[in-house]
């Protein structure tokens, strides 16, 4: 084959720094630090300390490769090290604090990470896991050396502002080979050990061209962009990488992710756009409600990790001219697969004809493509109605997990990886997850979405938790029961609930029974444990 | 190094293709037809027939990366090729058919097609080229076959229509290197013979992503676009493409570029988006504004290919509501370098005082990176005052040209590659093109732009045309002279113009003379053929 004759230069996430010094260099990075008070950094600032962080993790004599963990909120020094560390030639290894401090300690030595950087907020969890990671050479503390006691220093913390104080601003960033590892994340792992996902620099950089697109996130450097989505999660969603690629203005909030205080960001610095769960959206929105307040500049808002209440699609749009987009996607996609952004198609349909479509998870973003199989691998039809496992391949998907013995691949012959969801795909491209594979319900050959059942249990009066789960069946294979969580001081009455379903799902979907229990097992993210749930009721019958 | 553990796949055109099969099918592609008419095809049929067209090369025996030229206006069988040829591995070379027949097929030779395949409006010209081109083996003319005469079939041209139906629409698009070559462009070769610049898979799918962002064309899936640049330059700026990347409905004007035609286009096709070069913009303007019409849906016009009147960028924003973005690329550069799209710090300024800027090229986009440099390799500030050699590198920019002699490259030690512009650069990153480097005129250490003085004349109401270039001075090297040309039934006073200089630019800027003529040499593309000019005043002495 003849090669082009283009410039063969690696894609490498120094280079989307270096493109934010030069062509964006006064554009703020404003953070909400741990310690207090509001920092302004700049794009200018944040690559000279990134450079800092690469000679100090020279300086520590970090193998290429090594891996650096961080437990931090979103700020500034998390950006720098996402990008010093990264453009060094070491692997960012962002750790969940929000999980069990054993967890911690498994995946920091699982990671085999050589420093560990965190917030002051983690002193304590650090102290009960630091014994337990003999491979870890450095502690840093995300702080000034003001903020370190004496007792801190003996026990061998150093400051991050020392650390960088040492090292000088210049450094080259090595030309890399775009494969390179460049950030390390793991599952949330609800069943068994979390995975560890393991991002390159190619990846990524293909990855935060795509979410900056017009039918992404559509960032530009008339942004401002405030990621309530933690840098622990999948690297915020990519944002920190596409707003330097795209010179948008960054607004990080730190820990205090109440209503009050992102509120107060949003106003102070004009945030355009605001990317969360909906759990911390709602939080916000509440907030707003409740002063009679406006949004300001802010003009729309994606939304992911969980599904989204139609109803507050339906909120931000009428109550606040917000462009609510509904995404989808998944540590092991980097995230983002897919966002519910309009086709042309739909420019004449009114906000309520367009709702029961942007509820949905949306089309996919060029670079994945996505499918849906049933249980024998045939292909299923974008019909909008037909469910199946949802497959997806692409650029920034997965392809075998980090330390999983031999990385042995994890997609199949064609080069799919199965994202356990089960999902509708409809003509136009636009996916719809129904439910989890593991939970669905198979019912005489056809499936009950468990997610579906569970809805309409959660919106009767006296539930406040509903988990629909699958009992083998003699002919049927398996049948839907409802085990339900009373809301205090109420009292659930089985037929009642029963009858609620009707006219709202096909009758044969209708659960056989409901359990009532007072509490259903929940992992370290808030999600339901239908495994732990289905152990508890192994010696339930149908009735 | 450890790599990361993503999915490894290439960047392929063939993979633009299939995303907008299968998420956007039904989205329509509109063209003028050579033959008359307005055809209707979609993102599907377009794709069944590129796989149609990869059918009909493999049938040719053509080897992987034999060339395949075109010599072709915009249109849906165009675009079929261009995914058709690329997608199965081969090279799409499109020719610009409004050079003189000798250039046509000294291209044809050097590029050593193997086949072409050519409008209706090209037959004359073909019949030209034919015997000096006996590398061809097929000749295929983009019509029915009830358009061929059978004198035409007696000396082998065949209608691409019937070479189609021969094939089936099921292939299976190999998966190639991304570094294998995709399409060749020929520059229009104002000095020498033109240089050929050969693109990859992967600078094109990167220069796709690029061009669709916010900051650059903001591509989406609502959009309407209307290229009226053509497919024979730098592949339409990439706008195909990044058309099908994005799910954007295509509308390819023919041969049509009046604007009575173009403006129809836009009125019954909902246009949102047009791009092009001053004088066809122009075009259509004039027509709009005689009409006393509107521009309806459109929203958004990017130009480029010369720099754009200020006048045009005034009227079409404050009389049309339009934006109009200024833009820059080459050929060697895929072509867009940089676009002029506001940063959130210029939000406050009127239009007005955003005016000077949006004269401005613009600032980079992620993927390619700017400098400028004296003469001695300096790199010059970036204060928006210093003009300097404009240098480029990045992904989607040449390193050699093809078939150059052994390939050697064209950019220096650390990847640059000289535009041959000279250029500003402000300190936001927004580079302003001043001039050629082969005519900015040098006088005493300073540098005086040929096409500041050439716009002053230009105001003049007796100047028809004036060309600016240096004459060797012993004090100062060099030294600026006018060359005007007077409007019909005019004359040109040579003190009157040059006093009209006064307080327009310094003094010593001021041409030393001017020197009225009949005429100035252009080339093929309209540009003034200086080189020409300066040997026709060869015997020329300066007062």
């Known amino acids: 084959m003849l090669h082009g004759l283009m410039q063969d230069r690696p894609l490498l996430i120094s280079d989307i720094l270096d493109f934010a010094e030069r062509h964006h260099g006064d554009t703020a990075v404003i953070s909400r630090r741990v310690e207090g008070g509001i920092h302004r950094s700049s794009y200018a600032a944040c690559a000279a300390r990134a450079r800092q962080v690469a000679n100090a993790v020279e300086a520590e ?37 929000r999980l069990h401090p054993d967890q911690v300690a498994w995946i920091v030595n699982h990671a085999d990470d050589r420093i560990i950087c965190f917030d002051l907020s983690f002193l304590d969890l650090i102290g009960q896991i630091r014994d337990r990671c003999p491979g870890v050479k450095k502690w840093v503390v995300l702080c000034g050396p003001e903020r370190l006691s004496d007792e801190d220093r003996a026990s061998g913390l150093v400051s991050y502002e020392e650390w960088l104080a040492a090292q000088p601003i210049e450094y080259r960033w090595p030309v890399l080979d775009e494969h390179s590892a460049s950030a ?38 008339r942004d401002t962009l405030l990621p309530l989505v933690p840098m622990f999660h999948v690297n915020a969603w990519g944002i920190p990488y596409a707003a330097a690629l795209t010179g948008a203005k ?54 992911g990790g969980a599904a989204c209440p139609p ?56 670079g994945v493509d996505m499918k849906i199989m049933d249980d024998t691998g045939t292909d299923l039809p974008w019909d909008g109605v037909s469910q199946g496992h949802l497959m997806v391949r692409g650029h920034w998907v997965v392809s075998s997990y980090f330390g999983a013995g031999g990385d042995k691949p994890v997609v199949d012959a064609d080069g ?18 129904t439910d989890r594979s593991k939970d669905v319900i198979k019912s005489g050959g056809e499936w009950i979405s468990s ?78 444990l239908k495994i732990r749930l289905r152990e508890q009721l192994q010696d339930y019958q149908l009735p």
């Open 61 to 97: 004599r970090l193998a290429m490769s090594d891996r650096v963990g961080t437990l931090a909120w979103n700020g500034y020094r998390h950006v720098e090290l996402y990008f010093g560390v990264a453009g060094s030639g070491r692997v960012l290894h962002t750790i969940n604090p």
């Open 184 to 221: 390390l994340c793991y599952t949330s792992g609800t069943t068994g050990d979390p995975k560890a996902v393991l991002y390159s620099h190619r990846s990524t950089v293909l990855h935060a061209y795509a979410i900056a697109l017009p039918d992404a996130m559509a960032f530009s450097a």
């Open 250 to 303: 960054l607004v990080l909030p730190g820990p205090q992710l109440n209503g009050a205080s992102v509120y107060e960001l949003i106003a102070a610095e004009g945030v355009t756009f605001v990317a969360g769960v909906p759990t911390v959206l709602q939080t916000l929105i509440a907030h707003v409600e409740a002063g009679r307040l406006g949004f300001g500049s802010l003009n729309r808002v994606v939304i």
């Open 311 to 366: 109803a507050m699609l339906r909120e931000l749009r009428e109550n606040h001219g917000l462009e609510a987009i509904h995404s989808w996607g998944m540590t092991e996609m980097s995230p983002l697969g897919t966002l519910c952004t309009m086709k042309a198609k739909h420019n004449d349909l009114s906000a309520d004809q367009q709702l029961p479509l942007r509820a949905k998870q949306g089309r996919a973003i060029f």
């Open 416 to 433: 799919w990886f199965a994202t356990g969801d089960v999902a509708t795909i409809d003509a136009d491209g636009f996916m719809q997850i």
């Open 451 to 528: 997610i579906e059942i569970e809805n309409v249990a959660m919106a009767h009066p006296d539930v406040a938790m509903a988990a629909c789960i699958g009992i083998p069946h003699p002919k049927w294979d398996e049948r839907p029961i409802l085990v339900v969580v009373p809301r205090p001081g109420a009292s659930v009455d089985r037929a009642a609930l029963l009858a609620s379903y009707q006219g709202k799902i096909a009758k044969w979907q209708i659960p056989d029974d409901v359990v009532v229990v007072d509490s259903i097992p929940l992992g370290a993210t808030g999600k339901m």
